[in-house]
């Protein structure tokens, strides 16, 4: 028939002067839209050429035919995608079904990154757990305890921590929300003993020891700074093996160094100074720095505004220099802001500093 006719039926036409009997005509299938999930019936060449996905001959556009949508975030700006655009996209996608008029997509750093994907943990520190190899240790937290063996475990290194020497090894690490200390137990089981510790890279070596002791359940303390990976090393005495349970009392893990305190926010969209969390800079964030001057705790210091591990003079008048409503201020100037000094910032108040950049 000619070109018309076919396409008035709905067909395909394949070229002037092809015979039916010298051509197999493909059956059209459930073509789907990648971006927006819609189906479409469609030859399988055409469908491709869209650079959309053909799911097969004589398939249907059936409701599950094509991968469902949601809410995409770019940025505070949303739409209804699929989930493998949004991710081509560097969007953020809300879940299967969300739609945009129940999802509030901020972006407060306006950087075309919405919050919450911004801030998402990039590790759970609960699923760790031991690993044969340096380079395989996987980050732990505070406050958890971990079970772990020696046993079947090869040696990636030979160390003595003092006079004793251990073979079969495991490996975790660890990387501080916070500066402080920190402090390593291991509880065993006996009759083996532990030694444990604290590498500053891989491979662990003498060279790279922050700290070690041989001395277990009694455990391994030492100094943390904030961001810093830790490698953790524990083996049985000698060639001996075993189980034990590793626990970490310290700083909690940084999860994300774009929300170093967890709370689901950039911390650049964050004020310190505002140490109570409403809002406002006033004396309720003064009194609350002033009756917890001294060494941080181990753990979160929202009065350490400057996060120098102590509570101060400093932080003290951080707070009085940002005093009033403080919508947003970059946590880098509070941390490195000069209080005394030279430079030609000596002196000058946080808002000054910010008036200037």
Not at 224 to 235: Q, S
Not at 297 to 307: E, F, I, R
Request: aromatic share 8%; charged share 20%; with cysteine.
């Amino acid at each position: 028939m000619s070109e018309q006719a076919c396409t008035d039926v709905g067909g395909r036409y394949e070229g002037d002067n092809v015979l039916c009997a010298d051509f197999i005509c493909d059956d059209a299938g459930a073509c789907c839209d990648l971006q927006f999930g819609t189906c479409t019936l469609m030859f399988a060449d055409e469908c491709t050429a869209l650079y959309e996905e053909f799911r097969g001959d004589d398939t249907a556009c059936e409701p599950d035919a094509c991968p469902p949508v949601g809410a995409c975030c770019l940025g505070d700006f949303c739409n209804v995608f699929t989930e493998q655009y949004c991710s081509d996209v560097a969007g953020c996608y809300q879940g299967d079904g969300t739609m945009c008029n129940g999802v509030m997509c901020v972006d407060c750093n306006m950087n075309g990154v919405e919050d919450s994907c911004e801030t998402m943990p990039t590790y759970n520190p609960l699923l760790s757990g031991d690993r044969d190899t340096c380079a395989q240790a996987l980050p732990i937290t505070n406050n958890v305890m971990y079970d772990g063996t020696t046993v079947g475990a090869s040696s990636d290194t030979v160390l003595l921590c003092g006079p004793f020497a251990s073979y079969f090894d495991v490996y975790y690490a660890y990387i501080p929300r916070s500066t402080g200390y920190a402090f390593l137990s291991v509880q065993d089981f006996g009759p083996e003993t532990f030694a444990i510790s604290v590498h500053s890279d891989c491979p662990a070596s003498e060279g790279n020891r922050i700290a070690c002791s041989a001395t277990s359940p009694q455990g391994l303390g030492f100094n943390v700074v904030k961001g810093t990976e830790y490698i953790i090393r524990i083996a049985a005495l000698g060639l001996d093996a075993g189980q034990y349970v590793l626990t970490l009392t310290g700083p909690a893990a940084l999860t994300n160094d774009v929300d170093d305190n967890a709370d689901g926010q950039p911390d650049e969209c964050e004020c310190r100074a505002d140490v109570t969390g409403d809002g406002i800079v006033d004396s309720l964030d003064f009194a609350q720095a002033m009756n917890q001057q001294g060494s941080c705790p181990p753990n979160d210091c929202p009065s350490d505004v400057n996060q120098d591990g102590t509570v101060d003079t400093q932080d003290l008048m951080l707070i009085s220099e940002n005093w009033g409503p403080r919508p947003f201020l970059g946590p880098l100037a509070l941390a490195t802001a000069p209080v005394t000094g030279k430079g030609p910032n000596a002196g000058a108040s946080l808002r000054d500093q910010e008036t200037q950049r």
